[in-house]
Structures are given as C-alpha cells and as structure tokens.
C-alpha cells in the first residue's frame, strides 16, 4: 500500500518545505523506493501560470502542459522523474472542480460547504497520485505556513486522512525555524511551540519536527524541543543551513531522517542508501578547476527565483564540465548600443532569457547582435531565440521594421508571428502551446553534437512562433533551422553557419535539468563558454 507523508510549515514562509520534501524523497529512492511528490498551494489562481514572475518566481512547465509552482522543478531536479499536472494543485483548482461538480447537479441538492466538499476534494486529489500503486509513498508538500486562514481547508483534509488512514500510513512532518538570539546567544525553541500548538489546534500531532537552524541543535535543546511538542528525541531532525541545496538530502540522511520514517510507516525499504552519483556530483559541483562567467539577459533580474530552472540549470552542468558558473544578471531595459560592449565584453557567454511583452526587446537585440558579431556564445530561449531572429532580420537580411508580432502588431515583416491555433484563443490561462513536443534535429549541427540524437522531446510555453514564410532568406543568409518540429514543421532550433556557437531554442531546456542528467544544451554551451 502506498504510503503518505506530508510536509507543513511553521514560523516563517519560505523555510525550504520544497526542499526538505525533495531531500527526503531523494534519500527513500536511493534506498530503491519508488516515491514522488506533490505541492498544494493555497492561493485562489487555478495555476500559477498568469502570475506575474515576481509575484511567485519563475512558472514551471511539466512534459503533460502543466504550469505548476517553481518546487517541481526542484522534485524534477531531486529525483530524475518527471512530475505532471497531478503534482500541483491549488486552492482555485479545487475549487473549480467542486464548483462545476455543483453545477453539474453532482450534489444532488445538497448545501456545498467547505466542510466536506472542498475538504473531500482535496483527500481526493492527495490519494490520487497513490492509487495506481506505482508509489511506495507519496510526499505531499502543503504550501504556506501553519496559522493562514487559507491553509485551513488543508490542514483539516490532512487530519480527516490521518484518521482514516492510520498513523502507520500516514505521516506528518513540519518544518520549523529555531531562530538565534544574538543578544542573547541562544537558541529559540518557542515559536516553534507555537507553531506545534497551532497544529494541533487543527488536530494535528506532528510525527517529526525538521528545525531550521543555523547552529547545530546540541541535546539539551532536541530534549527540550521534544518534550514541549509531545515527540520523541530522535524526532527532532536538526536542517542547519547548508552552502547549496543539493547539500540537504545528505544532511538529513546524517539526521537520519530516512531510517525515522521507514520506521514509523513501517515501509519496506530495500536497500542502504545509494548516493554515489549524487556525491560525485557533489564533489565536482565544490571543486570545481575552471571558471566562466555568463551575462543572463533578462528582466526580471530584481528576483533570482524568476529564473530558477536556468540558474539551477547552470549549476548543474557548470558541475557536469567541472566549471564555476558565475552569472552575471542583466537588465534589458539597460543595455544600449552605448554600453553594450562595456556591459558584455568581460562575459564569456550570454544567455537571453525567455518572457513576455515589449518591455525590455530593444536591449534584447543590441545585446544578440553585440554577441553574433563578437562571435560570443550565445544561447537564446524562447523569447530569447525569437529575439535572435528578428536581430537577424532586421541587421542581416536588412528587413527594415522586421519584428514580432507580439512587440509591433503592424510591422512589414512579422518574422515571428503568432500561432495559427492561438488567434482565436482569448483566455489568457493555461491557454499558451503548453509541454512536450518532438523535434527532429539536423545531424550537422551543433545541437547535435550536444544531444548526440536527432529525435527529442522539449517542454514549451509560448504563443508566437518563427513565420516559415522567411524560412528561405533565413537559411539563405546564414541562419539555420536546425530543429524542426516533425508534425507541424515549427522552427524549433536555429543556429549561425558562421558563429562558434549561436543556438536559439523556442522551448525550455532548464525545466529538463537535473543533476543526474545536466541539459545536454546547457553543457555544450557552457564547454563553448569555456572555450571562448
Ligand atoms: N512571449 C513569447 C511567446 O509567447 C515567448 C514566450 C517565452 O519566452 N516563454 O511566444
């Protein structure tokens, strides 16, 4: 039977329950389990997907079109699997369905209450994921922080299951701060009493606290932490920060956090724990014997998570090559043809980020051409790939006014223009060209010697697309498509004939990043990097 254990929060937002979640289910699969997870986020939006880049960071895409909260990324990354769209359910998404349920007469007359409909629709989808037994456990992460109203719907599903599905199936852990008193010189274990205690006024007895700390936890305050949140010593798990996030699975398998809930949902677990290649990635990832420095051009640069998949996506193939990564943000709306070259000339690479609208386009494009004729490594994404072709268009093939159409509806040369399927679309959720397409790619290429394979699935998000009307002049000037989608024939990939390595990709390299498989693109970029 599969097993369930969720992870909620206390004291503070943004602990890292993703992270812990991810750690602790890397360490259960090491020991050849088979586990995922899944993250309930309590905001109203169906997805995240219209949210603003720096209201919630960056939209994470997953192979079946979902758009989903940046914490699968992390699972993606963690565990080598792919999440889908039963992995992130959100307040809205249960309340649509329970809504059209009602509308659909499903209630029979009955008065539709939080208490049990949207209660029993979120038990339903926690068990969804388990119900094909293809899971040993299922973790469910439960977004925001034990106290919010919104999170009361959750905690009170989670208590009903725990109930019916019994404490050796069903396993609570909170992650909690234990903050330092400088003045004091002390340890705090107090908010985290509170936060115990306002868990339990939903009726929840956590299993297992995971303290955040930046000091270790020394006994004296495990046994005070236990007997005042009615656990056992061994229950509370120090989580001292740590100098990356991939350092956490191997922390709290030194906590033992595996062996603690192998124990209490009495799981069969197979093996000791294997994580030769995670620490052998670990090891190249702190001992690295070179260095690149790559300008990410974006504009959403104030917040790092906007980016996540791509910063992460840099750490793990700068480690795959042995090679420090430094990126270097850059705003779009700064760079002019004034600066640029003081702006770029130091990088040894430059990746254009994707994104929506006008803003920040003119910069975008003195920055590809400032690379394009300086022969810098150049990767471009999405957006980034689209601006390479009208940079292309306009400063090559000398089509004046040549744009996208998504930035000048009216101009001459819609170079990129947007989808036949999308004009008639008008609802702005989950509504883009939306996950995993083929794309069949040249053999002389340089996206070739990077997959070493002419058949590939990439992950998508977007509404415009390269007009094959240009494909002619483009090829005929040098810019070459050099992955194309084999259904549709939608330009994919474009590359220069005569650049050491210019690649633009409509999809999404970074959401297929993880540490056992480093993009094959960002790892040749990043050896084109170094070899600048
Ligand atoms: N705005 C562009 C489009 O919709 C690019 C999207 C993106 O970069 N994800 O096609």
């Not at 906007?306 to 990126?327: D, H, P, Q, R, W």
């Not at 072709?389 to 819609?414: D, I, K, R």
């Not at 609802?427 to 590939?456: F, H, N, W």
Request: proline content about 5%; glycine content about 8%; hydrophobic content about 35%.
């Amino acid at each position: 039977m599969t097993k369930y254990i969720f992870v909620t929060g206390g004291v503070t937002s943004s602990l890292g329950k993703g992270i812990i979640a991810a750690s602790l289910a890397k360490i259960l699969q090491s020991r050849g389990l088979s586990v995922t997870i899944q993250k309930f986020d309590p905001y109203i939006n169906v997805d995240p997907g219209t949210l603003n880049p720096y209201e919630h960071g960056e939209c994470y895409v997953t192979d079946d079109g979902a758009e989903t909260d940046l914490d699968l990324g992390y699972y993606e990354r963690f565990l080598n699997i792919p999440t889908s769209q039963a992995n992130n359910v959100t307040t809205g998404k249960i309340y649509q369905t329970v809504i059209n349920k009602e509308r659909a007469g499903e209630y029979l007359g009955k008065t539709v209450q939080v208490i049990p409909h949207i209660t029993d629709e979120i038990k339903e989808r926690v068990l969804l994921l388990g119900q094909a037994n293809q899971y040993d456990a299922v973790i469910t992460e439960l977004g925001g922080t034990v106290g919010d109203i919104e999170s009361l719907p959750y905690l009170e599903a989670l208590r009903q299951l725990r109930w019916e599905l019994g404490s050796d199936n069903c396993l609570v852990i909170h992650l909690t701060l234990i903050p330092y008193l400088k003045a004091a010189k002390e340890l705090k274990t107090k908010p985290t009493q509170h936060s115990v205690k306002e868990l339990l006024l939903a009726g929840i007895q956590p299993d297992i606290l995971v303290c955040r700390t930046e000091y270790p936890l020394n006994m004296k305050i495990r046994r005070k932490i236990a007997l005042f949140c009615n656990v056992q010593v061994g229950d509370v798990i120090e989580a001292i920060d740590a100098e990356t996030v991939y350092d956490v699975p191997l922390l709290m398998l030194r906590e033992k956090l595996d062996t603690t809930v192998i124990a209490k949902l009495r799981l069969q677990d197979k093996n000791e724990p294997n994580l030769k290649l995670w620490k052998r990635f670990l090891g190249k990832l702190k001992n690295p014997l070179s260095e690149v420095k790559i300008g990410l051009i974006g504009k959403y640069n104030e917040l790092k998570d906007a980016y996540k998949s791509i910063y992460e996506s840099f750490i793990l193939a700068g480690a795959m090559n042995e090679c420090e990564v430094i990126v270097v943000p850059i705003h779009s709306e700064k760079i002019t043809k004034n600066n640029v070259e003081e702006k770029l000339s130091e990088l040894d690479g430059i990746l254009v980020a994707p994104g929506f609208g006008e803003r920040g386009i003119e910069g975008k494009l003195v920055a590809i051409q400032y690379v394009r004729e300086n022969k810098m490594p150049f990767l471009g994404i999405c957006l980034g790939m689209q601006c390479a072709v009208v940079e292309f268009a306009l400063n090559v093939l000398n089509m004046e006014g040549a744009a996208s159409v998504e930035v000048e509806p009216t101009t001459p040369h819609p170079v990129i223009d947007l989808m036949e399927e999308q004009k008639n679309i008008q609802d702005y959720g989950g509504t883009m060209r939306l996950g995993a397409y083929p794309c069949e790619i040249q053999k002389k290429s340089k996206v070739y010697s990077a997959y070493k394979k002419t058949r590939i699935d990439e992950r998508h998000r977007h509404r415009y697309e390269f007009n094959n009307k240009y494909l002619k002049e483009f090829k005929e000037g040098g810019m070459m498509p050099t992955g194309i989608n084999p259904d549709t024939g939608l330009v994919e990939i474009v590359e220069l004939k005569e650049h050491p390595w210019f690649v633009g990709v409509q999809f999404h390299p970074e959401y297929k990043s993880t540490v056992e498989n480093p993009h094959p693109l960002f790892v040749e970029f990043i050896k084109a990097c170094m070899n600048k």
